[in-house]
T-cell receptor, first 115, second 110 residues
Framework: ETGVTQSPTHLIKTRGQQVTLRCSSQSGHNTVSWYQQALGQGPQFIFQYYREEENGRGNFPPRFSGLQFPNYSSELNVNALELDDSALYLC??????????????FGPGTRLTVT | AQRVTQPEKLLSVFKGAPVELKCNYSYSGSPELFWYVQYSRQRLQLLLRHISRESIKGFTADLNKGETSFHLKKPFAQEEDSAMYYCALSRTSGNTPLVFGKGTRLSVIA
């Protein structure tokens, strides 16, 4: 069984730029959620994808967007980066539809720094 | 609105002492409560969930609906328990996202 992987591990961008973060879900999982974790805070829900469609969204502006692919991997895109977007971005996968299969498995995260 | 409050940013205890990490929540419905843990240089992982009613690594947590609390307890702290602990909740129906508290850093002193 392969765990959740994320790439890149960290990156530095300039304000106004765009960034794409990637996540491969755990084997057998069809649902991916993205969270933003600012320094000293708990993870905050951005959105969730199930069967390639957005299936719930937190309080984040439209410049945060995502995709899920047929193999259930996912991307998080952020346009017009702002300094406050600097955070650890976590991807979590789970398997919707299975009884008891609702534990979310987290990836190691991508550390984004916006200067 | 859903909210999880962890009042302590940092909790330091001596090895062998009891540990209690506090978690209070507000939710208009019947939530599912979780404790997640992050050890140094490791990813966030589930420690326990209230519906399982099990003890993991000596930790237990009881959901108190009257006090809207889900405190995490361990009778005798060990050095390897030092980590960041997050309380979280979600709806009981469907596969809904987690709402996290800000976390409590537990430091067990030898």
């Amino acid at each position: 069984e392969t765990g959740v992987t994320q790439s890149p591990t960290h990156l530095i961008k300039t304000r106004g730029q765009q960034v794409t973060l990637r996540c491969s879900s755990q084997s057998g999982h069809n649902t991916v959620s993205w969270y933003q974790q600012a320094l000293g805070q708990g993870p905050q829900f951005i959105f969730q994808y199930y069967r390639e469609e957005e299936n719930g969204r937190g309080n984040f502006p439209p410049r945060f967007s995502g995709l899920q692919f047929p193999n259930y991997s996912s991307e998080l895109n952020v346009n017009a980066l702002e300094l406050d977007d600097s955070a650890l971005y976590l991807c979590a996968s789970t398997s919707t539809g299975l009884a008891g299969g609702r534990e979310q498995y987290f990836g190691p995260g991508t550390r984004l720094t916006v200067t | 609105a859903q909210r999880v409050t962890q009042p302590e940013k940092l909790l330091s205890v001596f090895k062998g002492a009891p540990v209690e990490l506090k978690c209070n929540y507000s939710y208009s419905g019947s939530p599912e409560l979780f404790w997640y843990v992050q050890y140094s240089r490791q990813r966030l992982q589930l420690l326990l969930r209230h519906i399982s009613r099990e003890s993991i690594k000596g930790f237990t947590a009881d959901l108190n609906k009257g006090e809207t609390s889900f405190h995490l307890k361990k009778p005798f702290a060990q050095e390897e328990d030092s980590a960041m602990y997050y309380c979280a909740l979600s709806r009981t129906s469907g596969n809904t996202p987690l709402v996290f508290g800000k976390g409590t850093r537990l430091s067990v002193i030898a």
